[in-house]
């Protein structure tokens, strides 16, 4: 099994940044990639970016392009969400979640951290 914990969240002004930081333990040896999502109150999880484990590709949302950008630290199991010109629209729940291939589910999920952007 693989274990994600999310951190970083917090209530910033439109236009701030925030990092988010997802831990991996267990058998981290088994992720192909990592990814971010959000779900905001009343829609659908959506997907923000992800990133592989080894070699380090990533892609994005349209929406979050040139804003977000995510990045890993081996030595550490750790993924990041620079997350920078947020909009309020932005506000919603983040959950970092990994899968074994790339034909594969998110099957590992964190519980989350709340990001809010005040307009």
């Known amino acids: 099994q693989v274990q994600l914990v999310e951190s970083g969240g917090g209530l910033v002004q439109a236009g701030g940044s925030l990092r988010l930081s997802c831990a991996a333990s267990?058998?981290?040896?088994?992720?192909?990639?990592l990814g971010w999502f959000r779900q905001a109150p009343g829609k659908e999880r959506e997907f923000v970016a992800r990133i592989r484990w080894s070699g380090g590709s990533t892609v994005y949302a349209d929406s979050v392009k040139g804003r977000f950008t995510i990045s890993r630290d081996n030595a550490k199991n750790t993924v990041y969400l620079q997350m920078n010109s947020l909009k309020p629209e932005d506000t919603a729940v983040y959950l970092c979640a990994s899968r074994g291939g790339i034909l594969g589910s998110y099957n590992y999920w964190g519980q989350g951290t709340q990001v809010t952007v005040s307009s």
């Open positions: 267990g058998r981290t040896f088994s992720i192909y990639d």
